[in-house]
């Protein structure tokens, strides 16, 4: 009976096999002296396509892409000269066939013959790695068949049924005209709102036709076009707006603009859903060579909010600003709330 066997006491941590544990692990290990391997296991060998004979003694710098160079070897020397004990981080590795290996490094500094020495411990995170690569591409891709299926149903909703509509309103403004004679008061008070009904209605569709695909956005520019719906949201939320600086620069891609403005839509749809906020503040301004955007609400902030899972609004913001070349930042406002902050570096003008 398992129960009734002597149990040994605990083992010291000295008497802990960790040789065994070291070479059988499924993480790499690994020791660098003097910026060399002087130690690897077999899974850090395999990791680089080596076995562990021929990858014992090679250079740090020669074993990542050149890109990684220089932060690896700064990380190095921050460890060696004792400014850190240990760094946690991902970097890439070229492997003996030429692939690059996605790792994730945790070492610290050790003594190692008495002199300075990394001792770490890695993983291989490159099919993790591939895989966010394969989901942005398809969030991409989503987005940009989302948005060329928009300005098709917008051209719809704005050239078919708002020329629809515009005709039967001319039709009925007729009625209405032909029904002025006496002994026609009813029928002429019905075509009379018929034609109030008809004018709301293409109203209706022509700002569904502008959120689907912002018609403002080509003739006014994304100062005005970002102001306009900014104030069209606050007057539909019961939201007081604060709107400032709006001069965008000339000559912006209109895939940019239309990014930022989709950026912008996403977070306004936010702050009706989530915030409770009684204000919303835009603030565009180009300052040193960029492009900066603030949008700030009064509301509860994102910390109080309840959490949906499996929401992909804050996602698809932060691809957009990612594949217009910008920085985004959202989270809480200084002074309460929630504050978006993108930031776009703009190309010098030419001389
Ligand atoms: N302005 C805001 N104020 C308060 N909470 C917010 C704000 N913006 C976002 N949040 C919080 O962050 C969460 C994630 O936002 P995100 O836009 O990704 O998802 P969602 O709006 O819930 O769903 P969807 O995928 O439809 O956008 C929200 O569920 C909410 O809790
Ligand atoms: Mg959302």
Redesign the pocket.
Same mark, same amino acid.
């Given at each position: 009976m398992i129960s009734g066997t002597t149990r040994d006491p605990p083992l010291a941590f000295d008497d802990v096999p960790f040789r065994a544990i070291a070479e059988q692990s499924l993480a790499g290990f690994y020791v660098v002296l003097d910026e060399r391997f002087v130690y690897a296991n077999d899974t850090f060998a395999a990791m680089f396509g080596y076995g562990r004979a021929e990858f014992i003694g090679r250079h740090i710098a020669g074993c990542v892409t050149p890109d990684s160079v220089d932060e690896v070897m700064h990380n190095y020397r921050r460890r060696i000269s004792g400014e850190v004990q240990a760094i946690h981080y991902a970097t890439k590795g070229v492997r003996k066939d030429g692939e690059i290996v996605h790792l994730d490094l945790h070492a610290s500094r050790v003594e190692c013959r008495g002199r300075p020495a990394l001792a770490g411990v890695a993983l291989d995170i490159t099919e993790r790695v591939q895989a966010q690569a394969a989901l942005r591409r398809l969030a991409k891709h989503i987005d940009s068949a989302r948005e060329v299926e928009r300005a098709r149903l917008a051209r719809e909703v704005h050239d078919v049924l708002g020329g629809m509509l515009s005709s039967a309103k001319f039709d009925v403004s007729r009625i209405v005209r032909r029904t002025s004679a006496p002994g026609l008061e009813a029928l002429h008070a019905i075509a009379g709102s018929l034609v109030e009904l008809m004018q709301e209605t293409i109203e209706t569709a022509r700002s569904i036709s502008d959120e689907l695909r912002p018609a403002s956005l080509d003739p006014l520019g994304l100062g005005p076009a970002l102001t306009q719906a900014v104030e069209h949201f606050g007057a539909r939320h019961g939201l007081a707006v604060a709107v400032s600086g709006t001069g965008a620069p000339e000559g912006l891609p209109p895939a940019t603009s239309m990014q930022i403005f989709r950026i912008v839509q996403?977070a306004l #749809?936010?702050?009706a +859903?989530? *915030?409770q906020a009684s204000k919303v503040e835009l603030k565009l301004a180009t300052r040193e060579g960029a492009l900066m955007l603030r949008l700030a609400?009064n /509301? +509860? /902030?994102?910390d109080a *909010?309840? !959490? !949906?899972a499996g929401?992909? /609004?804050?996602?698809s913001m932060a691809e957009r600003a990612r594949d217009i070349g910008a920085t985004l930042k959202i989270g809480p406002g200084g002074t309460g709330g #929630?504050e978006l902050l993108l930031r776009l570096p703009l190309a010098a003008p030419a001389a």
């Open positions: 996403e #749809t936010n702050v +859903r989530h *915030a609400d /509301g +509860r /902030g994102m *909010a309840p !959490r !949906r929401s992909i /609004g804050l996602f #929630t």
